[in-house]
């Protein structure tokens, strides 16, 4: 069954350092998206990303962030400046129709982010 | 703002018992997703329910959505080592987005 794979599983990174985190969606799926899971908490939206530019943010999703899909595969989210409140686990989804009915999410194994 | 309430937080029991989770909203979902988290990975899709009053069953899994479309809740018969998890609701938070409740921790003794 295909899948959404996600480099790294753990990234280290001083306070102030960028990071990029990577995603390579399901190939057939249109809608991209970013959420996070601080340790013990719910998991939260970031952004979502249709045709080339993004659909909808959070609050969270403040100008150190970004999204980009570079090719035809990748869905990258870098953070500029990492500050010790972004560590958390980084999940990248994708899915065929806007979510809802026909379009559940399908969730890679996510990046540990640990900033120290 | 939408939220979703999961009850109880946390649960532990004996293998072979039934237990019923919750997901209530005082906000109305076009659909409500249920998905599965164990530790180190994404959440894994379990069902969707999309009509008020909605019933749907996956194996020892009942899921039902409520009339008014504002709850959910998961039903396990004769629960196993296995169905051990994370038991997260899921909803539609408008537009693009989707809202996640805090998830029912269950854990099953052998």
């Known amino acids: 069954e295909p899948e959404v794979t996600q480099t790294p599983s753990h990234q280290v990174t001083q306070m102030g350092q960028e990071v990029i985190l990577r995603c390579v969606p399901i190939?057939?799926?249109?809608?991209f998206y970013w959420y996070r899971q601080i340790l013990g908490q719910k998991v939260e939206f970031l952004v979502s990303?249709?045709?080339?530019?993004?659909?909808?943010k959070s609050e969270i999703f403040d100008d150190q962030f970004s999204v980009e899909r570079p090719d035809g595969s990748n869905f990258t989210l870098k953070i500029r400046s990492t500050k010790l409140e972004d560590s958390a686990m980084y999940f990248c989804?994708?899915?065929?129709?806007?979510?809802?009915?026909?379009?559940?999410?399908?969730f890679g194994n996510g990046t540990r982010l640990t900033v120290t | 703002t939408q939220l979703l309430e999961q009850s109880p937080q946390f649960l532990s029991i004996q293998e072979g018992e039934n237990l019923t989770v919750y997901c209530n909203s005082s906000?109305?979902?076009?659909?409500l997703q249920w998905y599965r988290q164990e530790p180190g990975e994404g959440p894994v899709l379990l069902v969707t329910?999309?009509?008020?009053?909605e019933v749907k069953k996956l194996k020892r899994l009942t899921f039902q959505f409520g009339d008014a479309r504002k709850d959910s809740s998961l039903h396990i018969t004769a629960a196993q080592p296995g169905d051990t998890g994370l038991y997260l609701c899921?909803?539609?938070?408008?537009?693009?987005?989707?809202?996640f409740g805090a998830g029912t921790r269950l854990f099953v003794k052998a």
């Open positions: 989804a994708s899915s065929e129709a806007p979510v809802g009915v026909l379009g559940p999410l399908h």
């Open positions: 190939s057939n799926h249109l809608y």
């Open positions: 990303f249709y045709n080339n530019e993004i659909s909808e």
């Open positions: 906000s109305v979902f076009s659909s």
């Open positions: 329910v999309v009509t008020g009053g």
């Open positions: 899921a909803g539609g938070g408008g537009g693009f987005k989707t809202i």
